[in-house]
Each structure stands twice: as structure tokens, then as C-alpha cells.
T-cell receptor, first 110, second 116 residues
Framework: QKEVEQNSGPLSVPEGAIASLNCTYS??????FFWYRQYSGKSPELIMSIYSNGDKEDGRFTAQLNKASQYVSLLIRDSQPSDSATYLC??????????FGTGTRLLVSP | GAVVSQHPSRVICKSGTSVKIECRSL??????MFWYRQFPKQSLMLMAT?????????EQGVEKDKFLINHASLTLSTLTVTSAHPEDSSFYICSASTGVPGETQYFGPGTRLLVL
């Protein structure tokens, strides 16, 4: 079983819709969770971090964490074509290393 | 804040030569730096973790004699690809962390290596 799992996609949504990206992880001891966005040919950029159960909102982005279900998600409201990218879920299990999922490719059509 | 730079951004070299990539944390002290490799349409693969002043810890399957990592200061780590071959052509990305438990990593812009 992979440590961090994401659906590879592509997830296609129309402009203005809500995009929902999901991630599950296997290590119950995981303490911190991150979402990165990676455009083609570029390095990842951090967009959200979440450490406790519940929702965390930042602009159009909302991260949701459910440690009991070992599930973390990212919602993007009012999706724009510029949001088209690969979204990487990363989990820090407490040893400094981040464990990355394989990423979900999001396509937002105008 | 939390800016990480890499140099060069792109390098083309002949097979058999060695290539050095620098990773610098510009506005914070990076206790730990990480080196990743990413092939086209694949996810990030962690190659090694380096702590300032210590030997790097390599992931399984990564040849430590081929990928030399030096983390001599809190703001600089280098990756040297020795005797590069075409199969080493990839996107190499470094990241840095302050070492605070649970904190994220800040990524550099990456170095695209093409070995002819």
C-alpha cells in the first residue's frame, strides 16, 4: 500500500466550478499535511498547510483534514484556467521527510 | 520569506562529465536540505536528505558515489552528478527546511539536466 495516495486524474472542471482534490495516507502518526501546486516544467509551490482536524481556508482554497479517516482534501472555489496544474499532497510523519503522493492533474476549462 | 534558489537552472553536458548543482536558502538557515529527481510525467522522487555538517542519507536505489551531496553550511548544499549519462537527464529539485518539527519544505526552482 502506498503511503500517500491520490487519484492521478485528470480532474476536469469548468471555469467557476469547485474542484475537489483528495488524498489518503497510511501513517496514523502523521502530524502535518501540505498541498503543493506544480505547473508543468516547474518546481512545486506550497499553497496550503494543515495540522489539525477540520477546515482551513485561505482565499479560494480550503484544506480539510480528518485524521480518524486518514484523509485530507483540497477544495478550490471559483476555479480558473490558471489553476490547471498538478496538485501534490504531502505528509510529514515527524522525521522531517515529506512523503508525496503522485499528484492529481487538474484541468479547468474556460 | 523562505526563498530557495538553484543554480544553474538548465545545463547540457556531454556523457561522462560531472555536473554540480547548487541549492541556496536565501533568507533562512536550512538545517536540512533535500534533493529530488523528477522524470517527465512522474512524481517527485526523493534522492537524499542532507543535514548541515553531516553525511547525506540516501534513499534506497540511489548511488551515493554517483550523486555526491555536500551540505557545508546552513545556506548551501550541492549535488554533483558524477560521470553523467543520458539516463541521468532529469529535473533535479532541491528543498530546504529549518528543521522545526512538522514544518514544510521550501522548494527551489529546479535544474533541468540534459546529458548528450
Amino acid at each position: 500500500q502506498k503511503e500517500v495516495e491520490q487519484n492521478s486524474g485528470p480532474l476536469s472542471v469548468p471555469e467557476g466550478a469547485i474542484a475537489s482534490l483528495n488524498c489518503t495516507y497510511s501513517d496514523r502518526g502523521s502530524q502535518s499535511f501540505f498541498w503543493y501546486r506544480q505547473y508543468s516544467g516547474k518546481s512545486p509551490e506550497l499553497i496550503m498547510s494543515i495540522y489539525s482536524n477540520g477546515d482551513k481556508e485561505d482565499g479560494r482554497f480550503t484544506a480539510q483534514l480528518n485524521k480518524a479517516s486518514q484523509y485530507v482534501s483540497l477544495l478550490i472555489r471559483d476555479s480558473q484556467p490558471s489553476d490547471s496544474a498538478t496538485y501534490l499532497c504531502a505528509v510529514n510523519t515527524g522525521f522531517q521527510k515529506l512523503v508525496f503522493g503522485t499528484g492529481t492533474r487538474l484541468l479547468v476549462s474556460p | 520569506g523562505a526563498v530557495v534558489s538553484q543554480h544553474p537552472s538548465r545545463v547540457i553536458c556531454k556523457s561522462g562529465t560531472s555536473v554540480k548543482i547548487e541549492c541556496r536558502s536565501l533568507d533562512f538557515q536550512a538545517t536540512t536540505m533535500f534533493w529530488y529527481r523528477q522524470f517527465p510525467k512522474q512524481s517527485l522522487m526523493l534522492m537524499a536528505t542532507s543535514n548541515e555538517g553531516s553525511k547525506a542519507t540516501y534513499e534506497q536505489g540511489v548511488e551515493k558515489d554517483k550523486f555526491l551531496i555536500n551540505h557545508a553550511s546552513l545556506t548551501l548544499s550541492t549535488l554533483t552528478v558524477t560521470s553523467a549519462h543520458p539516463e541521468d537527464s532529469s529535473f533535479y529539485i532541491c528543498s530546504a527546511s529549518t528543521g522545526v518539527p512538522g514544518e514544510t519544505q521550501y522548494f527551489g526552482p529546479g535544474t533541468r539536466l540534459l546529458v548528450l
